[in-house]
């Protein structure tokens, strides 16, 4: 603080996560229908608090989110970092300095906004018809490849920004399903090659939770991880507004205990893995694909 000549007052006392961190001043309390006073008890990130809500708080445990971009958050007790800085690490919500909690996270900007793109294009009027259009494809696409990357740099592609494309279309074969089944393949196809820069760091997926939301919805998507990464998907009842309201209640005192904040949290869906040859075939293109992008971009 000398050095950079900051104010201490600046700084706000360092207190635990959950727990009173403030209370709402009456102006703030007016804007949001609330009573002065009120107290703040529990604060994170927004991934982090998505990993709060499906309960992963512990070395080994990984939650996702595949929402307009894309997450994969692990925890570690470990110190390990990505030397290029394609996957960041934090303090977890339940880090001490006796039990060190990290959480190591992968960003992939075009995840759900993929899947919301071409369903705008296409003029479908919903997911479920596309879902229901794309299962009716056989794994791998009949060789149509979607590389996502068209909402922005990429930080796990060294903040490289190769656009999205499909490739391989054959005007005799390919259609609407054949578009669908591609995008999602392709989505999923990114989130194997992120969780592959992760294992780099320690971090190897063999159980994901994920709540049944977003793109997780389809079938298609979340069988496809699944089969990519060789790791079972457990979908829970849950999102990241059900786990600031437990994290609140916690430090409120409402629960005494985080186990008895999730004893209503429940799996509604288990996906098991099931290897497909023609899906690992399908991602080694995927790979070529999207190496010849990059080499394009930067020079």
Known sequence: LDVSELDPFLIPEIVPTFGEQSFLTKQVAEKFGL???????????????????????????????????GVVYGVTDKVNHDPYQRINTFAHINHTADHPRYGVLLCINGTGISNSWIKKITKTSVFELMNQLASAVKPGSEGLLFVPFGNG??????????????????????????LYRAVQEGVAFAFKYGIEIMQQTGIDPKLIRAGQSNMFQSEIFGQTL????????????TDGSLGAARGAALGAGFYRSAAEAYQSLSILKTIKPDKIQV??????????KLSSQLQTFRT
């Not at 002065?36 to 309960?55: E, H, K």
């Not at 899906?279 to 070529?288: I, N, S």
């Open 226 to 237: 699944a089969n990519l990464t060789s790791a079972e998907i457990l979908l829970c009842n």
């Open 279 to 288: 899906l690992d075939e399908a991602y080694k293109l995927w790979k070529k």
């Open 35 to 69: 009573s002065a006073g009120t107290p703040v008890t529990y604060r994170a990130g927004d991934q982090p608090n998505n990993a709060f809500s499906l309960n992963v708080l512990n070395p080994g445990e990984i939650a996702a989110t595949a929402g307009t971009s």
């Open 153 to 178: 740099a990429e930080r796990m592609l060294g903040n490289s920004n190769p656009g999205a494309g499909f490739f391989n279309i054959d005007f005799n074969l390919h259609n609407h399903a054949h």
